[in-house]
């Protein structure tokens, strides 16, 4: 029978959330963020906690709200970007970051969220990512506190393959364009990036989606309500509240 995973409230779709805990979120800079869902988690107060996303928001906005408050502990991600705040904790040894390549990432995650515990692959072959030596931790002046490990290497056909292991969270934070009460999922264009993938990793997947339909045509749909605990509706309001990354207008 299928279940109904609509909740009323973002405190709903938030319950069991703990201090520690691991997320997968969704969305590439702003666009596709999880916005209401990330300013709920902010509200419950929960610290120490750790993120895999493309990268932790802008200095102010998405995730950056958490890193900015020092709720978080770690972060895996493919890159800092612009988020000033962000390279500041990490090179002053206030969090543990782990980067690795951005197709890497996605298929961590998709790994992960298919029952793959690892896969080879040639992205980052014959450099710190595969040799180990990339800094995790800094101490406060700058030397290198916690460093990779090295990974295995292994030879197919001729060509070398670093092992990377598949990614599993114990929450998954993702917005849709919309979604049905089972959790099936559609998302719009460029806000598809890193959604799917997110929602896939964790063991509690919430979804905030702009329109709640009574029915999707199954060909449309993006990612499957089996990977869905929670769905929540967003008001107007909070669906047309889209941040705008590096914004460019004529004169």
């Given at each position: 029978?299928?279940?109904?995973?609509?909740?009323?409230?973002?405190?709903?779709?938030?319950?069991?959330?703990?201090?520690?805990?691991?997320?997968a979120v969704g969305g590439f800079g702003?666009?596709?963020?999880?916005?209401?869902?990330?300013?709920?988690?902010?509200?419950?107060?929960?610290?120490?906690?750790?993120?895999?996303?493309?990268?932790?928001?802008?200095?102010?906005?998405?995730?950056?709200?958490?890193?900015?408050?020092?709720?978080?502990?770690?972060?895996?991600?493919?890159?800092?970007?612009?988020?000033?705040?962000?390279?500041?904790?990490?090179?002053?040894?206030?969090?543990?970051?782990?980067?690795?390549?951005?197709?890497?990432?996605?298929?961590?995650?998709?790994?992960?969220?298919?029952?793959?515990?690892?896969?080879?692959?040639?992205?980052?072959?014959?450099?710190?990512?595969?040799?180990?030596?990339?800094?995790?931790?800094?101490?406060?002046?700058?030397?290198?506190?916690?460093?990779?490990?090295?990974?295995?290497?292994?030879?197919?056909?001729?060509?070398?393959?670093?092992?990377?292991r598949g990614i599993r969270t114990d929450?998954?934070?993702?917005?849709?364009?919309?979604?049905?009460?089972?959790?099936?999922?559609?998302?719009?264009?460029?806000?598809?990036?890193?959604?799917?993938?997110?929602?896939?990793?964790?063991?509690?997947?919430?979804?905030?989606?702009?329109e709640l339909t009574e029915h999707i045509?199954?060909?449309?749909?993006?990612?499957?309500?089996?990977?869905?605990?929670?769905?929540?509706?967003?008001?107007?309001?909070?669906?047309?509240?889209?941040?705008?990354?590096?914004?460019?207008?004529?004169?």
């Amino acid at each position: 029978m299928r279940r109904d995973k609509v909740v009323a409230t973002a405190a709903e779709a938030l319950a069991g959330v703990h201090d520690g805990a691991s997320f997968a979120v969704g969305g590439f800079g702003l666009s596709g963020i999880p916005n209401v869902l990330i300013q709920a988690l902010y509200d419950t107060g929960v610290t120490g906690i750790g993120v895999v996303s493309n990268n932790c928001g802008v200095d102010g906005g998405g995730l950056g709200i958490l890193l900015t408050a020092g709720r978080i502990a770690r972060v895996t991600a493919s890159y800092i970007g612009d988020n000033k705040e962000f390279a500041r904790q990490y090179l002053n040894g206030d969090i543990e970051v782990e980067l690795t390549p951005q197709g890497s990432l996605a298929e961590r995650l998709r790994a992960g969220g298919s029952g793959v515990p690892a896969f080879y692959t040639p992205a980052g072959v014959g450099t710190p990512v595969a040799d180990g030596g990339l800094p995790l931790r800094h101490h406060p002046d700058g030397t290198v506190a916690v460093a990779s490990p090295p990974k295995e290497v292994r030879e197919f056909d001729g060509r070398e393959y670093v092992l990377e292991r598949g990614i599993r969270t114990d929450f998954a934070l993702v917005r849709a364009a919309k979604g049905d009460r089972f959790g099936n999922l559609v998302f719009h264009r460029s806000a598809r990036n890193f959604n799917p993938l997110a929602a896939m990793a964790g063991r509690v997947t919430v979804a905030e989606v702009e329109e709640l339909t009574e029915h999707i045509d199954p060909d449309e749909v993006h990612l499957p309500g089996v990977f869905v605990r929670r769905v929540l509706p967003l008001t107007p309001e909070q669906a047309a509240d889209k941040g705008i990354e590096k914004r460019t207008v004529t004169e």
